[in-house]
């Protein structure tokens, strides 16, 4: 028996890193999964991965910054689906660790954008659907240790600081209601971020750098998969409103 079996889940940022080897442990795992990017043909290879688990797996492009296009993904899944039992919201962009003096109204609004607004709304769409289901739900909100660490910049770490505020306020609002809101922060990941991220700005980079050497071994995004499905999973069935570190220690100093 899966972890997850017949679950109905919904993940964010799918096509890449932590949210693909989530997809693919889910599906191990007997879920029923929305796989939501904005790479079609990233997703449509995933998909394919997936057959022969035991699981389902079907995608829906999507740009998270959008908030028509979270609540077009949340109708997919129930119309796909049936229902909507689990969220993982995983989606997010780096910014290019500057301090707030140098940081360019693009860049804040862009992080904002996706990590923070684009976040927002698919929640709001979630829990929507969890309420007018009437029977609990299971959130599970990828933070950063850039919410109470300073590992990025300015834009970044506050976006990611937004993040673990709705998660707690989600968790309180809706707890008469079952609805589960847990934050999962990684540390450092080997996933596409450090590719795709803006090249860095000097200053900003040095201070953030110095917390580099506390990092230690990278994580793999199977690790930051693991841990996510324990929050997802009835195993943490009395965990709500926590932010669950997954860094290795990183931020233990
Ligand atoms: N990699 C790390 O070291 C690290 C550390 C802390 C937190 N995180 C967080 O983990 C999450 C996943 O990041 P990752 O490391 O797997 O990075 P990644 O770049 O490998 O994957 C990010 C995913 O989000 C998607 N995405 C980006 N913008 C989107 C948008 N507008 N709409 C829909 N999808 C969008 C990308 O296409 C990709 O699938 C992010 O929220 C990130 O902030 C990562």
Redesign the pocket.
């Known amino acids: 028996m899966g972890r997850l079996d017949g679950k109905v889940c919904v993940i ?9 080897a989530t997809v693919l442990l889910f599906a191990q795992e007997g879920a029923k999964v929305m796989a ?4 079609k043909e ?1 997703l449509e290879e995933l998909v394919k991965e997936c057959e022969g688990l035991p699981g389902e797996v079907d995608y829906c492009v ?4 959008d908030a028509a296009s979270d609540a077009n993904l949340i109708k997919a899944a129930v119309e796909r689906f049936g229902r909507l039992d689990i969220a993982v919201n ?5 910014d290019d660790n500057t301090a707030i003096a140098d940081m360019s109204d693009e860049m804040l609004q862009k992080v904002f ?3 923070t607004f ?1 976040l927002m709304y698919c929640l709001r769409e979630e829990c929507k659907q969890f309420l007018a289901q009437g029977d609990g739900g299971v959130i599970v909100n ?5 919410a109470t660490h300073q ?1 990025a910049g300015a834009a ?1 770490c506050a976006s ?1 600081g937004a993040v673990l505020s709705v998660t707690k306020n989600t968790a309180y609002m809706y707890k008469d209601a079952e609805i589960r809101c847990n934050a999962l ?10 590719l ?1 991220m803006p090249p860095a700005d000097e200053f900003g980079f040095s201070r953030t750098s110095e917390l580099l050497n506390f990092s230690g071994e ?1 994580a793999m ?1 199977e690790d ?1 998969a693991d841990a996510i499905l324990f929050l997802a999973s009835d195993q943490s069935r009395y965990i709500n409103g926590v932010e669950l570190k997954c860094d290795g220690g990183w931020t233990s100093f």
């Open positions: 964010t940022g799918a096509s890449a890193g932590i949210g693909r939501a990017a904005r790479r990233q999507t740009d998270v910054g995983n989606a997010g962009v780096m954008q996706i990590n684009g990828i933070c950063s240790v850039g590992t970044y990611k922060s990684p540390g450092g990941v080997v996933t596409d971020i450090p795709v990278l995004p930051l």
